[in-house]
């Protein structure tokens, strides 16, 4: 009986699994394309993997670290293949290309013949293929060609395709720089993102806008456009109930009518009402829903369950027809329309997600990570400059390592400064891992580049450096630390001082080392003495280099240097000269003359500083600057500086607090002296300088140059105290009579500088509540005001945030420590020490900003060419020597031919040797039309002297990004139309093709041209 019964149920049990799996089994039809006449609803299954942010790179690929964040990105990859094949009409997009790469590199042969197959299918789309989703505010726009270039050569190298589609989805506001430059030189068809402003997007949503035609450059004009789509929703996820990751709580389509729950009736009309108030807002009855958000598709089945039954249900129904899509499909629907659409110039800056929230803190959030990552670039470029030169050595050292960590940090959570503490670290330990590589590169090829003859390189090289490096171990140069240059050389010994030069125009320049010695001298390659000049150390800067070189390195040095030395260098272009230093008296340095004005009893009269055509007048009663004359150019002008902070909101009023994304001023406040501020000059024959401790926390050193027109101030800011209670925003304002009326201008990620009006935007009427943080513009290069006579400009080092609040002002943001966090994700308070074991400090950071007056017209020129030196400073290398003179025979060198020099309004961007021995090649030209009288017109490289010493074989001109040759981008690229004639713009020129025998590159206004060289 048991027996019985038991087979029986065995029976029963089998029957129904049967019956049910033959009832039940469903083929969802997901195979209906576009249906004309009909709201199609183009489903782009997506997920958004941020290479970096809570969780570190690495952390989140491997899905370490969960009690952060659940988020693993190997689990995406590996989940999304079977599920592509599961159906071929599911697709799916994947932007990373610093995640894809740490897949890639795992999988087998067989699973990359798969891959490969979806990929060639159309299944899996690579968007964007950037090695990461690039800010656009606080980025460089070397740095963000370099890490689109590193992510698009791969995937043209592994999968022969080019990325037709930029996917800014994230980035908190967006750039003209990223239209034109990295949208259309790239070749992208179109460009998609989803936050700019509140109003602005209500605006847009009313009038049908959100797609545009965007032109982001005014040189550029319509030869560089790009089809642009903000999403409707101003996120980039679903619309609300249709999110499907496993642990959603979206209502799933439940479709099995013996169970409970069944909802497909409601799903599919929840469907059609959600798509059609996006159709509202909408041009075409085509529009795009983002299926995903942030590390989402871990499990990417249930995704594509839901979505298989969405499109199934909806299309059964009938009234919007649902596909599976990508952004590429969604723009050829767009372009087949054959409309036209609105035009869109200018940018998307600043971005607001709500009143009172605008997100302008993070132009200049963690300022050290920023002026890091900017010293790093221009390092890099150098780097390279110098791999070439010497060859690139296939068993390494090579700069690889550095471009992966400068591409991954240009992420939207990286150089903004929003991710967690511990993320910041790790960006930088990348970063400082790539330097050290790098730094054995840059000291090999100098070393290999002074000996007699570069075909000794490649067996000398290695020997050469270990023997004698020219050690360029100083990155922490900047506080004076720099144990190379320590030598002492009262007994005899000598320090060579290699200075490199990475620009392709001569440059006289001061430079300046940290010595021990008081008598020493310069001599240059010759062996002439040269004039050189001493400033003592001065006490405060001693201590932050002890306790600074301490936290960073474990150790700091026994000897102090007690001068900085600082002779003219003066070096050709693409190479170096070089200086010995020695000790004697003879010739010896000048020493600096210094004089203390304490204000004790009024002064009358006032401390003139500068020896040159530039002074600076300070006031003799208070140490103030008040007057700023240049007998050369005649501007005899009143200027003042100062520091204020902003106190940051806290939680009280709205939740929305001053944090690491968000600029939340609660008053600004100027920094009053603690006491009257003595004021310290140091004369000399070079330069003059003025040192003020401004209060116990900001030290500044004015520095006027006797053959420059500029002022350089150098600042030490921190650690801000907060034992108030009180977090606090630090900005330097300067302030002059020029009566610019509201109109201030900054650069676009260092490039094309825009106009800006305080309180107004271009594109809707701005309700103003917010008259500081709703008027800081993102500045990379600099910033400027004009009236009809004159114009005040100032030059930065890194990103940071700015404006003219004022009329006759600019302020600059230079540090932030704050105390709440602003409800952005980050879920920490901005608040960045520094320790020594269990002692911790704020952190002081230290940088320079540069001003310049000049008449009205004459400060592109400067702003230009002196912009480009800042981003490539000069090099220094050293090796301390024994002999009598300099035991190396090349004391001087220049790649280009002795009698060249490239045109003043062109720089060289990219120089790079490829794995396969061409040559990466970039020239920018760095004037915008209409902006200098003499140089925003045709430029001309004479490519065969640039490269003297080598024969040309051929030259292809290739898409900015170097994956597809420029004429088959030009062919393939989507030509748009603009609403309303256009007949009345002005003709947009473009060098000419490059002539295979004369070998010279034309240049027009803000033109960048990238090619691929192949020598013999
Ligand atoms: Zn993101």
């Given at each position: 009986m048991a027996s019985f019964r038991g087979l029986r149920l065995v029976f029963t049990v089998c029957c129904v699994c049967v019956l049910a799996a033959e009832a039940k089994y469903m083929v969802y039809n997901t195979s209906g394309g576009i249906v004309p006449g009909k709201l199609n609803v183009h489903l782009v299954p997506h997920s958004h993997d941020?290479?970096?942010?809570?969780?570190t790179i690495d952390q989140y690929y491997v899905g370490s670290n969960n009690s952060i964040q659940v988020a693993c990105v190997q689990n995406v990859l590996d989940s999304l293949i079977p599920a592509l094949l599961a159906d071929k009409n599911r697709k799916f997009i994947f932007a990373e290309q610093a995640f894809f790469q740490r897949w890639w590199r795992d999988q087998s042969e067989g699973m990359k013949i798969t891959v490969k197959m979806l990929v060639n299918s159309g299944q899996l789309e690579f968007i964007n293929g950037g090695m990461c989703m690039h800010d656009e505010a606080t980025t460089h726009y070397i740095d963000m060609i370099d890490q689109t270039t590193l992510g698009h050569r791969f995937l043209k190298e592994d999968f022969n395709v080019t990325p037709r589609v930029g996917w800014q989805i994230d980035p908190f506001g967006h750039s003209a720089v990223q239209a034109y430059l990295l949208g259309a030189e790239v070749g992208f068809d179109s460009l998609f993102f989803a936050r700019i402003d509140y109003q602005d997007r209500a605006k847009r949503s009313s009038d049908k806008t959100l797609e545009v035609i965007w032109q982001g450059s005014k040189s550029r004009g319509s030869s560089s456009q790009i089809f642009t789509g903000a999403f409707y929703a101003g996120n980039y996820e679903p619309p609300t109930g249709f999110y499907y990751e496993f642990d959603s709580d979206s209502p799933v389509v439940q479709d099995d009518m013996d169970l409970f729950d069944y909802n497909v009736q409601e799903r599919v009309s929840d469907f059609v009402a959600a798509a059609i108030s996006q159709a509202n807002v909408t041009r075409s009855n085509h529009i795009m829903w983002t299926m995903g958000t942030d590390f989402n598709y871990q499990y990417a089945h249930t995704w594509f369950r839901n979505m298989d039954k969405l499109i199934h249900y909806v299309n059964q129904d009938g009234r919007v027809n649902a596909l599976y899509s990508t952004p590429s499909i969604y723009t050829d629907t767009k372009y087949d329309l054959y409309e036209s659409w609105p035009l869109k110039t200018e940018d998307y800056f600043p971005y607001a997600d709500r009143e009172n929230s605008y997100w302008t803190g993070y132009f200049t959030s963690r300022p050290a990570l920023k002026g890091y990552v900017r010293t790093m670039s221009g390092y890099y470029l150098v780097a390279r400059q110098l791999e070439f030169f010497s060859g690139r050595k296939e068993l390494g050292p090579t700069t690889d390592s550095l471009a992966d960590a400068l591409a991954i940090v240009q992420h939207h959570d990286a150089v903004t400064g929003t991710e967690q503490q511990h993320v910041a670290n790790d960006y930088a330990k990348r970063l400082s891992i790539g330097y050290k590589e790098s730094e054995e590169v840059v000291a090999t090829a100098l070393g290999c580049m002074t000996q007699a003859s570069t075909s000794e390189c490649k067996s000398l090289a290695t020997k050469f450096m270990q023997a004698n490096a020219p050690e360029l171990s100083c990155p922490l140069m900047n506080i004076s630390y720099c144990p190379a240059t320590e030598v002492d050389l009262s007994r005899g010994k000598k320090l060579a001082v290699l200075v490199y030069n990475p620009l392709g125009w001569k440059r006289t320049e001061i430079v300046r080392i940290p010595v021990v010695n008081e008598n020493v001298n310069v001599r240059d390659a010759a062996g002439q003495l040269i004039l050189s000049q001493l400033i003592p150390i001065v006490n405060a800067s001693i201590a932050n280099t002890k306790f600074y070189a301490s936290a960073y390195l474990g150790k700091s040095s026994n000897v102090s240097p007690k001068y900085w030395l600082a002779f003219t260098a003066v070096v050709p272009p693409l190479g170096f000269s070089s200086y010995v230093i020695s000790s004697d008296k003879l010739g010896a340095s000048v020493l600096s003359k210094q004089l203390l004005y304490t204000f004790e009893w009024s002064q009358s009269s006032p401390i003139e500083i500068g020896s040159g055509s530039l002074k600076l007048v300070h006031s003799g009663i208070n140490g103030k600057l008040m007057h700023y004359i240049n007998s050369r150019s005649m501007v005899n002008i009143s200027l003042e500086q100062s520091y204020s902070y902003f106190t940051g909101y806290d939680r009280s009023a709205d939740y929305q607090a001053s944090g690491a994304y968000v600029f939340r001023p609660n008053g600004s406040f100027p920094v009053l002296s603690e006491e009257k501020v003595p004021l310290t000059v140091f004369r000399g024959p070079l330069f003059d300088e003025v040192h003020q401790m401004i209060n116990s926390w900001i030290y500044q050193i004015t520095r006027v140059y006797k053959e420059m027109e500029h002022v350089e101030f150098e600042f030490e800011v921190g650690p801000i105290p907060i034992d108030d209670g009180f977090g606090k925003e630090i900005v330097t304002r300067i302030k002059s009579k020029i009566g610019n009326n509201k109109i201030f201008y900054t650069d676009s990620n260092g490039r094309d500088f825009l106009e800006r009006i305080r309180d107004h935007r271009t594109d809707w009427d701005l309700q103003v509540n917010q008259p500081i943080a709703g008027n800081y513009y993102p500045i990379n290069l600099g910033a400027y005001i004009k009236d009809e006579n004159s114009e005040l400009s100032v030059l930065v080092d890194r990103s940071v945030g700015g404006s003219s609040i004022d009329d006759g002002e600019l302020e600059i943001m230079l540090h932030r420590r704050l105390?709440?966090?602003?409800?952005?994700?980050?879920?920490?308070?901005l608040n960045e020490t520094v320790c020594i074991e269990k002692k911790c400090l704020g952190l002081t950071i230290q940088g320079k900003y540069y001003v310049r007056i000049d008449p009205l017209g004459e400060g592109s020129k400067w702003r230009r060419s002196f912009g480009q030196e800042i981003y490539s400073p000069f090099i220094l290398a050293f090796s301390e020597q024994d002999d009598e003179w300099t035991n190396f025979p090349t004391h001087t060198f220049s790649a280009v031919d002795p009698s060249y020099s490239l045109p003043n309004n062109v720089a060289i961007i990219t120089l790079q040797e490829l794995e396969n021995g061409n040559v990466l090649f970039r020239l920018a030209h760095l004037f915008e039309v209409?902006?200098?009288?003499?140089?925003?017109v045709m430029a001309t490289v004479d490519l065969k002297r640039v490269f003297a010493n080598k024969k040309i074989n051929k030259v292809k001109e290739m898409s900015l990004s170097a994956n597809q040759e420029r004429d088959e981008m030009e062919k393939k690229r989507l030509s748009w139309k603009v609403e309303g004639s256009n007949t009345n713009e002005r003709k947009v020129l473009r060098g000419g093709p490059v002539d295979p025998v004369k070998l010279a590159v034309e240049l027009s206004p803000m033109e960048i041209r990238t090619f691929i060289i192949e020598f013999n």
């Open positions: 941020d290479v970096g942010w809570l969780k105390l709440y966090d602003d409800s952005r994700g980050v879920a920490e308070a209409g902006e200098d009288k003499d140089l925003s």
